[in-house]
């Protein structure tokens, strides 16, 4: 390290050891750096009491019930319903349907409003840096339908070449589906600029929020996309909770996807009818818990504020990127002018893979690999990245620990220069 | 210093860091009588390992590709420790090289004599990194038996 930083200064924007137990402990004897939010988040005490509080106290199935605990479950569930309706700044609650998560919600785009509306040579306009879940129900769809693929190339700073979309958006285009935050680089695409100009050819569009809701605030009129998926566990809420925002014109003439209980309003054999958005694409007794849950990470997150958060990231984002650039050998994959906290690299000499093992050994937790973003990475001629990627209760100590361990690693490696 | 530190001293000898600077029989066999390739798409691991077989001997053995240190060394190593041997030697010896690194070194033949490749033993304690090792091994395996359809290690 040889220029001045200031390392491990820095007023924290939460009480990390009361909100985030699990983060205190040592791993390998070493202090832990959380650094894999990219991949999941951690969650905070409010969210796991939120949860335990429902099963202790208020469990109950919901909509048929009676009695009273069914009801009180049901009004939670609701408030759920339109916490996520606040936090994303829909107009209405019932555009608001829970999923499992950001896959099942793309997935039932693609075949509620996708399948029964596509014919051969419509075209899905998507990019190269989607996330497999925003490329395989496309793909999926495509052979159903005989629509087609058309793809948004990327620079090599990792922004999506605005050009090339001019050039690809059509009379064909049906759908463009996008990503709002690249998972592998951090870029944040202008999704606002892109919706307006892909609506304007009569073309639907899909925002895929994963990395962004817990980074930024988010409002889905503002950008003005037709859909919206986000997944409740990449912002401290559980696995298994996400939601889909769909325009409400849009929820009431899409089919139904899957079939079973509580989507219903009757069922006969010769004519069955089907309950109203969003309670159509609900099919079964739903993650109660879990929405109750998002709705708790929610207000945690909107407690210590969406732009706190995001100035602290970027605060920290800028702190890490000036830092690995000072380590010799160490080079950034995505530097585009709007980035989220997400730092992907590359060590000259040391595989991703290698270099995740031994920043484990350091306490440090990182990602390597491809990041389910393997057009990205045979873009960028790479097998693929180590990435750090920041949450809210990051410090400064977190990527101070990282840039030592890579430094160790390169000593392992024997490919430390001299600096 | 802590059992982690230790494992990975372990995983991580001399020999691991030289056979990934300098992998030895790295190159293309035209003469070879076997090939096959392996595929870790979770790791991006990827290579070909070629053998020339003749009356039942591996005469010479080889492989390009790319990955991290541990598979690149592995298959390195492999291809040192199999020229030479009998066919049926070099099947025995996949079985306990496999078991060495999925199991441990009593799952393997106590007679075995694994060399220099006793160093792949260190990935047991680290189960995210077993298919490195083990995919230049399932690899050659499928060079052997004439299994065309490439090798994962998932």
Excluded at chain 1, 151 to 167: K, R, S, T, W
Excluded at chain 2, 14 to 38: K, M, Q
Excluded at chain 2, 44 to 70: K, M, N, P
Aim: hydrophobic share 40%; with cysteine; net charge negative.
């Amino acid at each position: 390290m040889n220029a001045p930083r200031e390392p491990g200064v820095q007023t924290p924007i939460l009480d990390l050891a009361a909100d985030f137990p699990i983060l205190s402990q040592a791993i390998h004897g070493k202090r832990l750096a959380y650094l894999d939010n990219g991949a999941t988040t951690q969650k905070p005490a409010a969210v796991i009491d939120a949860e335990a509080r429902f099963y202790r106290e208020s469990n109950a199935n919901i909509h048929r019930g009676v009695h009273w605990l069914s009801q009180h479950a049901t009004e939670l569930y609701d408030g759920a319903r339109a916490t996520v309706q606040r936090f994303l700044n829909a107009a209405r609650a019932d555009e608001i349907v829970f999923t499992r998560g950001t896959t099942e919600a793309i997935n039932l785009v693609a075949q509620s409003w996708g399948r029964p509306r596509l014919t051969a040579g419509d075209e899905i306009l998507l990019s190269t840096m989607e996330h497999h879940s925003n490329i395989v129900p496309w793909q999926l769809l495509c052979e159903q339908t005989g629509a087609v693929l058309k793809v948004i190339p990327v620079q090599d700073n990792g922004e999506l070449d605005m050009e090339a979309f001019e050039g690809l958006l059509g009379e064909r285009t049906r759908l463009l589906a996008i990503t709002h935050v690249s998972n592998a680089l951090g870029t944040v695409n202008p999704v606002a600029e892109m919706t307006k100009r892909a609506r304007e050819l009569g073309a639907v569009v899909l925002v895929d929020g994963a990395q962004a809701v817990a980074h930024q605030a988010v409002d889905v009129q503002a950008i003005g996309c037709d859909f919206y998926a986000f997944s409740g566990h990449k912002l401290y809420a559980p696995t298994g909770i996400g939601a889909l925002y769909g325009r409400a014109e849009l929820l009431r003439h899409m089919p139904p996807w899957q079939g079973g209980g509580d989507m219903i309003r009757t069922v006969a054999f010769d004519n069955t009818t089907f309950a109203p958005p969003p309670q159509r694409f609900e099919a079964g007794t739903p993650n109660i818990a879990g929405a109750i849950a998002l709705a708790a990470a929610i207000d945690y997150v909107q407690d210590v504020g969406l732009a706190r958060i995001h100035a602290h990231e970027q605060a920290l984002l800028e702190y890490g990127t000036r830092a690995l650039q000072e380590i010799p050998g160490v080079r950034l994959v995505g530097t585009a002018q709007d980035k989220a906290g997400i730092l992907s690299f590359l060590v000259d000499g040391i595989h991703p893979h290698d270099l995740g093992t031994i920043l484990d050994a350091e306490g440090v937790a990182i990602r390597a690999g491809h990041h389910c973003a393997m057009p990205l990475m045979t873009r960028f001629g790479i097998p693929g990245t180590a990435r750090a990627s920041l949450g809210l209760y990051n410090q400064r100590a977190d990527l101070d620990a990282l840039v030592a361990a890579i430094h160790k690693a390169q000593a392992l490696f024997g490919t430390r220069r001299a600096s | 210093m802590t059992d982690m530190q230790d494992s990975l001293r372990e995983l991580y000898q001399e020999v691991i860091f030289d056979h990934n600077r300098n992998p030895r029989n790295y190159r293309p066999l035209p003469a070879a009588s076997h090939h096959a390739d392996g595929h870790n798409p979770l790791c991006g691991d990827q290579l070909t390992v070629y053998l020339q077989v003749e009356d039942g001997i591996v005469r010479d053995a080889s492989f390009v590709g790319h990955g991290c240190a541990i598979s690149t060394a592995s298959a390195s190593l492999m291809t040192e420790a199999v020229k030479g041997k009998p066919v049926e030697e070099v099947e025995a010896l996949f079985r306990d090289v496999h078991a060495l690194l999925t199991e441990g070194r009593e799952a393997a033949d106590p007679g075995r004599d694994f060399g220099k490749l006793e160093v792949l033993a260190g990935v047991k304690d680290f189960p995210a990194r077993v298919k490195c090792a083990t995919l230049a091994w399932h690899t050659l395996h499928n060079a052997l038996v004439g299994e065309h359809e490439t090798a994962h290690t998932e």
